[in-house]
């Protein structure tokens, strides 16, 4: 017999849309997250391309109806470790890690966030490294489900066994419990949905550009944050060395990206997501000097090409056609690019404030030994079974992929991905073919 609900693995926009179209077809639906709150990379971004719209704007009503959704179930902080099943009838495991707070306790009031004894102490992923966080923490102001979490590999009392619990005692509920455990659960689903997205390449695999090694070489996703109102700096964009306004900022495109060391395939969003940052920086300084070194602008999509366009003629951001080969570090933390420009002919070295490394993307990998073995391409992408015929059915009936677990792609293919996805699951759960 068919099971009437489905599973969506991975709580973004693309997770959020395909269980929010289930849902209001009258599906029971159960959302499976890794973190703590869903979001996924979107809600790390300040601006979206082309119209350079509020992106916490547009996600923030999306997070707050799937959280309140009655056919959506929320299994957050939590991971797929078993199918098992056919199409019509899977039976799946999920690991429900404990956050060490009761959620039906918790008011989310931070209360124990800010009492924390290693507040300020651990690096914070929700701004990518670029502030710090404590033990005890909620991800984001907008977080959905709205509740603390207790990280296990840092607490002192769960590391150590060693601390004086200020978190405990700043409770006003009562919700920390550090006898909370693992939870494992079983869900019988008619179809699956995956859409477990992406997240960027390790940049140190490209040594000669100096990140981690210069503190002013940082990524893409990092200039987000810096630009975000909620971020580290509440949008101004401060160079990490010294604090200081950046005067002069270069972007360098394709990194870890069209490259036959590292990956061969083009992640689709960076040089639109370079033109965006690069026009933000010059609307938060119009005195600063934008350059973008790139191989090719691939403006694809509708509005993308009149964004490049404005990006300079009217924000006068210089694009400079041609790869950098080595990044070098100046006394002063001031940064130098040796580069080739081809329209000019010849190498060049360029002096900059801060550089920004547009990476690539790379798809976050379904837990290993999960019973069914879902194919994947050469690249590491879910492969579909037909992608010229269908864009989202894999070779195992029942189970669909959207967004970019199948490949890279910007925000608004991923939502009409999604929801293509969410017909096909219907399909199987209303027992048709």
Not at 22 to 43: F, R, T, W
Not at 160 to 177: H, R, Y
Not at 382 to 397: C, F, G, Q, R
Not at 405 to 422: E, G, H, L, R, T
């Amino acid at each position: 017999m068919t099971k009437k609900s489905a599973m969506v693995i991975g709580g973004g926009i693309t997770g959020m849309q395909a269980s929010l179209d289930l849902a209001d077809m009258g599906y029971k639906v159960y959302l499976i997250e890794k973190n703590p709150s869903i979001g996924g990379n979107m809600a790390k971004l300040d601006k979206t391309f082309p119209t350079l719209d509020c992106a916490a704007c547009t996600i923030t009503p999306k997070l707050v109806d799937t959280g309140s959704h009655p056919n959506i179930e929320l299994l957050t902080y939590s991971e797929v470790k078993n199918i098992q099943g056919e199409a019509g009838n899977f039976k799946a495991t999920v690991l429900k890690k404990t956050r060490y707070v009761d959620i039906e306790k918790c008011t989310g009031c931070a209360a124990c966030v800010q009492a924390c004894v290693l507040k300020g102490k651990i690096k914070d992923e929700h701004n990518e490294g670029m502030s710090k966080r404590g033990a005890a923490y909620i991800p984001f102001p907008q977080a959905v489900p709205l509740k603390a979490t207790i990280d296990p590999d840092h607490c002192l009392y769960l590391t150590k066994g060693k601390c004086a619990q200020k978190c405990v005692k700043a409770c006003g509920p009562e919700a920390i419990d550090y006898e909370i455990k693992d939870e494992e659960i079983e869900i019988d689903v008619g179809s699956i949905i995956v859409a477990t997205g992406f997240k960027l390449d390790d940049p140190k695999k490209k040594p000669e550009y100096g990140y981690g090694d210069f503190p002013n070489v940082i990524t893409s996703m990092q200039l987000e944050r810096l630009l975000s109102p909620s971020g580290p700096s509440c949008g101004e964009v401060k160079r990490p060395s010294d604090d200081k306004s950046p005067k002069k900022i270069a972007f360098l495109q394709c990194v870890c990206s069209r490259d036959v060391n590292t990956n061969i395939y083009c992640s689709r969003f960076c040089c639109m997501q370079a033109i965006k940052e690069a026009i933000l920086l010059k609307e938060h300084d119009p005195e600063a000097e934008v350059t973008v070194f790139y191989m090719d602008i691939r403006a694809f999509g509708k509005g993308y090409e009149e964004l490049y366009n404005r990006a300079k003629d009217e924000f006068k951001i210089k694009f400079t056609k041609g790869r950098v080969s080595e990044i070098l570090q100046k006394e002063n933390k001031n940064l130098v690019t040796i580069s080739e420009d081809i329209k000019q002919g010849g190498i060049f070295d360029n002096e900059f404030d801060l550089v920004v490394l547009s990476v690539g993307a790379v798809p976050n990998p379904l837990p290993p030994d999960i019973g069914i073995t879902i194919p994947l391409w050469q690249d590491n992408f879910i492969d579909l079974e037909n992608p010229y015929e269908d864009a989202v059915k894999t070779s195992i009936p029942g189970i669909f992929v959207a967004g970019c677990a199948s490949s890279p792609k910007d925000i608004p293919d991923s939502v009409i991905q999604a929801s293509a996805a969410a017909i096909q699951a219907s399909i199987i759960l209303g027992g048709k073919t």
